[in-house]
């Protein structure tokens, strides 16, 4: 018997899904303007069904957004490579996320304020004792001389992938998972 | 004095970039249609001062690169995030590298049957006792019937970030890196 069972599948587990995002640590945003495309690593949090982030209110990202809002944002997770000896066969375990819609300038004080609070636990989870005070994220959503900007892209579509790889034995060395049918 | 100096800038240490590009897991492929943009997660290597991957030659990907073959790709690696109680402050290491071109259909065998033998020693490093045979890969770029294809992208333009970040002193808790000023 074919000893690796792979299921490459649409994922439909919502709450997989939903931790999957909340805990990833990168996202990859991809922009297009006149159809040149660019994919910019991110820092990011998945909260009310969208993803926000924040960075530089300058570059090229923002010229792109000003110009064309919509986006793509992918996260994946690689679980690593998969050999089976008989018959000779490798493969990649992973979960995937991509989430299409436009993006949105985050004008909202409440909104940019809990959204960096749900950044801040997520990343420097406990780290600081207080929260974050409205007052500290007022320059970020000033329409004038913010040299930061939080853009929230709303999740229009989302797809899930994931390749299950389950083996009859598995022995982990390093990040190679190899069968022994032994 | 503050405690961390952070360096983020363009990295031009062509032995580092070359590692860094070799030894990266997950690559993420943005297309653009129509000024759509589309961002996929993929195995990759690097070879030549190109990026190959290989695929499925059917689905949105190669309807993408059909219509418009310009591509940027981005490799980016998270070393954690570092916190600073005094002054409170957090930050995220990284290195990342965004190559843009056009891509191409590999159709050469010798050149086929190169990258695919790069990808199985990156991936699965000693795993199979002999090397990768042509025949085996004719069916990857055979023009007719072949249900996988091996692209290529010519790094037309590559550009690297780093962000390095320096403590006075450093301890690790899980991701986190914390400084100790007593």
Chains 1, 2 share one sequence.
């Not at 990833?24 to 909260?47: C, K, M, Q, R």
């Not at 436009?102 to 004080?109: A, C, F, K, Q, Y």
């Not at 909104?111 to 409205?134: C, D, F, I, W």
Request: glycine fraction near 6%.
């Amino acid at each position: 018997m074919f000893p690796i069972r792979n299921q490459k599948r649409n994922c439909t587990d919502t709450d997989k899904i939903q931790h999957f995002l909340e805990h990833a640590d990168t996202g990859f945003l991809g922009l297009s303007s006149e159809d040149v495309p660019y994919v910019i690593p991110l820092n990011f949090v998945w909260l009310n069904d969208a993803i926000y982030f924040h960075g530089a209110d300058e570059g090229r990202k923002v010229t792109y957004i000003e110009k064309n809002p919509m986006a793509c944002f992918t996260v994946s997770a690689n679980y690593g490579t998969i050999t089976s000896p008989i018959p000779a066969k490798t493969d990649t375990a992973y979960m995937s996320v991509i989430i299409e819609g436009s993006l949105l300038r985050v004008t909202d004080i409440n909104e940019a304020t809990e959204a960096m609070q749900v950044m801040l636990n997520k990343y420097v989870p406990g780290y600081y004792e207080r929260s974050l005070g409205k007052s500290h994220l007022e320059r970020y959503v000033s329409p004038l001389g913010s040299k930061t900007a939080i853009y929230k892209l709303n999740a229009d579509s989302l797809s899930a992938k994931e390749k299950e790889v389950i083996l009859d034995r598995m022995f982990y060395e390093g990040r190679t998972i190899h069968t022994d049918r032994a």
